[in-house]
């Protein structure tokens, strides 16, 4: 069957000692940008719309090297780590300039008032007797296509993406991307970049691959309230901010593909951030695991359909680097894409454009950003802060909308094929766990020494369960199906 739609997934919680943190060694460090040179656009520019209301909390200037000019700390080191959330962010701990970034955003018309869902056991998340497909509300995870999200590729195109890294289990499949010089986007979880800094190194220097935001602890992001939003998008763009010489990420995934009206509009007006979906769901996190029926035969077979089926709409399929299966489903379709004459491209440079906002491409030049990011100096925090206050807020369409739903016209509800039909039930969840557990945590990898400190623990579709056990356990990595 051919599921188009986003659908529940078991949560795989995996929590690991801090000591870990630093001990990471199974790639080698970054041999600089050896990669294909990248389409190259005017250099300097700022690769916002011009209105964008980012432009306001982000000062621009112009350097010759392609990090912002900041001493960033050692990715990986104990200073690089010590200064983000170890589970899930608390939002007396944010920069007061999200907030008020924030609020300039509500206070502006920017955000719409839609109700933060309701989850019950892992289930899809409901908005009571709102319809979620209808303009106001308009879930990813029922199909509604916002006209301002990504879905689909160009015709002919093969968008590569991979969710949930970085992982140990990244290893295999960058080797295998860095040997068949394919570019692709990580879609990555920021808790995921503390606890594994050598391949998040290795992504982003190695392979000159494109970095995206996948949040801090992977939610289902319209259960959380606009405040628990912003920590998610924020430090997850914060923490590949400051790893990347000061690259700003531009596109986001929602987990679980769950996403709305309100999510999508404080991930675009708060933090610049365009939300990619997918328009194939391989269903690859799920091989082997109890209570499904996928095996790498049926990932294959659900491929082989796709790859060699029609070139319009090109294909954005969602593939994770969370286990050994999900990486050997892609490599094993790797030849099939190829001979039959897909055109492989990073899904963040679809459209030509680059995954960041400051910067053209992962080597490009980068313009520094302040504000909300950054403890900017005197000189530019000033601006930044009146720009937080709302003063540049409202961009033109801002300023004359009345609507609550700035990106609602959406309208298109139901664009997805089949809508909410092809979600899939996760009722066992909390069943399953043993086999994503063992190959997120395959011996001989990165967060492997000192193993007597580790501490698995699986919380399935429980997350208050979840918050508790983040909280009372000393956690550097968060690995979610
Ligand atoms: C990110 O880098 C900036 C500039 O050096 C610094 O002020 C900020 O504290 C860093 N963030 C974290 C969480 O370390
Ligand atoms: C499916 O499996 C066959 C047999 O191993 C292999 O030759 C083929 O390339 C695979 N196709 C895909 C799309 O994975
Ligand atoms: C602050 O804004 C003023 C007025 O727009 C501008 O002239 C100045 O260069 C800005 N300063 C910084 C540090 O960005
Ligand atoms: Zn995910």
Redesign the pocket.
């Known amino acids: 069957m051919l599921r188009s739609t986003p659908r529940s ?1 078991p949560s795989l919680l995996a929590l690991l000692a801090l000591s870990n943190l630093v001990l990471s060694a199974s790639l080698p460090a970054g041999q600089a940008h050896d990669h294909a040179p990248l389409r190259k656009r005017l250099p300097g520019t700022w690769y916002q719309p011009g209105d964008h209301p980012a432009h306001a909390l982000f000062r621009r200037g112009k350097r010759d090297t392609s990090n912002d000019g900041v001493d960033y700390p050692p990715v990986g080191s104990s200073q690089w780590s010590a200064g983000y959330p170890q589970g899930k962010p608390d939002p007396t701990e944010y920069p007061q300039e999200w907030l008020n970034a924030l609020n300039a955003a509500v206070a502006a018309g920017n955000i719409p008032n839609v109700p933060v869902s309701t989850q019950v056991n892992g289930g899809n998340p409901t908005y009571g007797s709102l319809d979620p497909t209808g303009n106001e509300v308009c879930s990813t995870t029922y199909g509604c296509r916002n006209n301002d999200d990504i879905w689909d590729a160009p015709d002919g195109v093969w968008a590569a993406g991979f ?2 890294g970085p992982l140990p289990t990244s290893d295999k499949l960058y080797q295998f991307l860095q040997q068949n010089n394919v570019r692709s986007t990580h ?1 990555m ?1 920021g808790v995921n970049i503390l606890g594994n800094p050598n391949e998040f190194s290795f992504a982003f220097e190695t392979l000159g691959d494109d970095i995206a935001v ?1 949040t801090w602890t ?1 939610p289902y992001m319209t259960t959380l309230s606009n405040e628990q939003l912003v920590g998610e998008f924020g430090w997850t763009m914060e923490i590949i901010h400051n790893s990347t010489g000061g690259h700003l990420p531009k596109y986001w ?1 929602p ?2 593909g769950d996403s709305d009206n309100r999510v999508s509009a404080i991930a675009k007006e708060v933090f610049g951030l365009q939300t990619i979906i997918w328009n194939h769901d391989t269903e690859d996190w799920s091989i082997d695991q109890p209570g499904y029926s996928t095996t790498p035969e049926s990932v294959n077979a659900s491929l082989t359909q796709w790859i060699t089926g029609p070139k319009s709409p090109g294909l954005i399929v969602l593939e ?1 680097e ?1 286990t050994e299966f999900t990486v050997q489903a892609f490599i094993d379709a790797f030849p099939l894409i190829k001979s039959s004459g897909w055109d492989i491209v990073s899904v963040t440079e679809l459209d030509g454009e680059s995954a960041y906002a400051n910067a053209d491409g992962d080597d490009g030049e980068v313009t520094p950003v302040s504000g909300i990011f950054l403890n900017a100096p005197a000189a530019a925090a000033s601006n930044a802060s009146a720009s937080a206050s709302g003063v540049n807020f409202g961009s033109s369409s801002a300023a004359t909308s009345s609507s609550a739903s700035p990106s609602q016209s959406a309208g298109s509800s139901g664009g997805a094929a089949g809508a909410g039909g092809a979600k899939q039930a996760v009722g066992s969840a909390g069943s399953s766990s043993s086999s994503i557990h063992a190959a997120a945590a395959p011996t001989g990898t990165n967060l492997a020494s000192g193993a007597t400190s580790v501490h698995w623990q699986h919380v399935l579709g429980d997350v208050p369960g979840m918050l508790a056990a983040m909280f009372t356990v000393l956690v550097s990595a968060v690995v ?2």
């Open positions: 997934l969710d949930d879609f979880i996948h992977h995934r987990p679980y994770h969370l979610f199906a």
